[in-house]
T-cell receptor, first 112, second 115 residues
Framework: KQEVTQIPAALSVPEGENLVLNCSFTDSAIYNLQWFRQDPGKGLTSLLLIQSSQREQTSGRLNASLDKSSGRSTLYIAASQPGDSATYLCAVRQGGSEKLVFGKGTKLTVNP | EAGVTQSPTHLIKTRGQQATLRCSPISGHTSVYWYQQALGLGLQFLLWYDEGEERNRGNFPPRFSGRQFPNYSSELNVNALELEDSALYLC??????????????FGPGTRLLVL
């Protein structure tokens, strides 16, 4: 059974700092991995999707990497801003499956 | 292009009642997924519908059920509500072409409170 873990559960940083969020998964036979952002009480916004054959994806100040063999992914946020404050969720889609398995998220607070 | 929409945004019920949640997928998407996000438990997969058929369900009791209509919109029904059913229910939609599922796009959710 696939399990996804995100560390840390919460992170508070000053504005402008570069930061890394971590995601690990137990079964490396994944189809893809996706990072989402969730604002309080709201739905999910997809940030980056990495296919199993890819090593990283970039969008603006965000960079996500994937090391399938070690079961790890990182989300790098450069020059953090208060507007980046949200919960970041990592989800994996298993090969041959249609459902996403989510981690519990990292709650990020960027202080002005 | 409109995204995934869900209604109502908030729903308050009492224990034992039934709740009906609705979801409209992105135009052209045939697959609809339901997830439950309960406090402290993270997002859990509930149900997947495609082309009007239930294709898979997560580890939830039968009192969680739903259906998908010919226009691909979907309803989630929760019978005999229990206090622990209080959660944010998220709907997502995707294309499902040639047995390959594409990226899931999520709606804003329905927050269900059971008193």
């Amino acid at each position: 059974k696939q399990e996804v873990t995100q560390i840390p559960a919460a992170l508070s940083v000053p504005e402008g700092e570069n930061l890394v969020l971590n995601c690990s998964f137990t079964d490396s036979a994944i189809y893809n991995l996706q990072w989402f952002r969730q604002d309080p009480g709201k739905g999910l916004t997809s940030l980056l999707l990495i296919q199993s054959s890819q090593r990283e994806q970039t969008s603006g100040r965000l960079n996500a990497s994937l090391d399938k063999s070690s079961g790890r992914s990182t989300l790098y946020i450069a020059a953090s801003q208060p507007g980046d404050s949200a919960t970041y969720l990592c989800a994996v889609r298993q090969g041959g499956s249609e459902k996403l398995v989510f981690g519990k998220g990292t709650k990020l607070t960027v202080n002005p | 292009e409109a995204g995934v929409t869900q209604s109502p945004t908030h729903l308050i019920k009492t224990r034992g009642q039934q709740a009906t949640l609705r979801c409209s997928p992105i135009s052209g998407h045939t697959s609809v997924y339901w997830y439950q996000q309960a406090l402290g438990l993270g997002l859990q997969f509930l149900l997947w519908y495609d082309e009007g058929e239930e294709r898979n369900r997560g580890n939830f009791p039968p009192r969680f059920s739903g259906r998908q209509f010919p226009n691909y919109s979907s309803e989630l029904n929760v019978n005999a509500l229990e206090l622990e059913d209080s959660a944010l229910y998220l709907c997502a939609s995707s294309l499902f072409l040639a047995m390959v599922q594409e990226t899931q796009y999520f709606g804003p959710g329905t927050r269900l409170l059971v008193l």
